[in-house]
């Protein structure tokens, strides 16, 4: 008899990450995480041990709606999309292809997503730690 299918990761909005960031803004971490904690997109490290991290949740548009994900990014107060400050802002790209994760070993927050180059991917990671960040505003109609 085959495995039973594991439920998807619930589809988390604004709100439920601007919960997870006011509770990763008071951990103070741990080892298991120390080397994934930066403020905007890193590369996710070739050696790190991914079962660190928990998944719990997903920011992803097909996931919930069944629709291609915009690749449109939102920067209202002029960041980029490497800047510490960008908004965290779910129905924008990056964010809108993002799956979160938690370490297993304190309560610090990850968003994680694989950019898809011509010739390459790299899988980039994310703190979530600043409530502040998250930005609901939602894609303009088309």
Known sequence: M??????????????????????????????????????????LPGAYDRGQLVQLGTLQVEAEYGQEASVREHHPRGSHGWSADAPVAPAWFPYNRCTVWQCCGCPRVFLRYTEYGGYYQDERIRALNDPDLVDDTPLPPQ
């Open 2 to 43: 085959p495995a039973p299918r594991k439920p998807p990761p619930p589809h988390l909005d604004a709100e439920a990450l601007r919960r997870l960031a006011r509770q990763a803004a008071t951990a103070s971490g741990c080892n298991a995480c120390a080397e994934l904690v930066c403020p905007g997109w890193e590369t």
